[in-house]
């Protein structure tokens, strides 16, 4: 994205007008331009629909990983058969 594009974009969401056109190309440009930023932002908030649903689902297998490893015992005897070879 060339550093232009981005000014033009920029003016486009902050709804200034149209920036002064010597010709009816320019404008029709412009307005493509405007019309493309406006697409992309809303592509942009689709994929939040899979990406949101996905972290939440992730989380939640992450908790239940760590409760079921309570449940089961795995952090019970910290000092237990690792640190009983060592002692002897």
Do not use: C, T
């Not at 002064?20 to 930023?37: C, H, I, P, Q, T």
């Not at 689902?57 to 908790?63: F, H, S, T, V, W």
Request: aromatic content about 8%; hydrophobic content about 55%.
């Amino acid at each position: 994205m060339s550093g232009s594009s981005i000014l033009v974009m920029l003016n486009a969401f902050a709804g200034h007008a149209a920036p002064a056109a010597r010709s009816e190309a320019a404008r029709a440009d412009f307005k493509l331009r405007v019309r493309s930023s406006i697409a992309w932002r809303e592509d942009l908030m689709e994929v939040l629909v899979i990406l949101v649903p996905l972290a939440l689902g992730l989380g939640l297998a992450g908790l239940l990983a760590f409760l079921w490893s309570l449940k089961s015992g795995q952090y019970d005897d910290l000092d237990g058969a690792a640190w009983a070879r060592d002692r002897r």
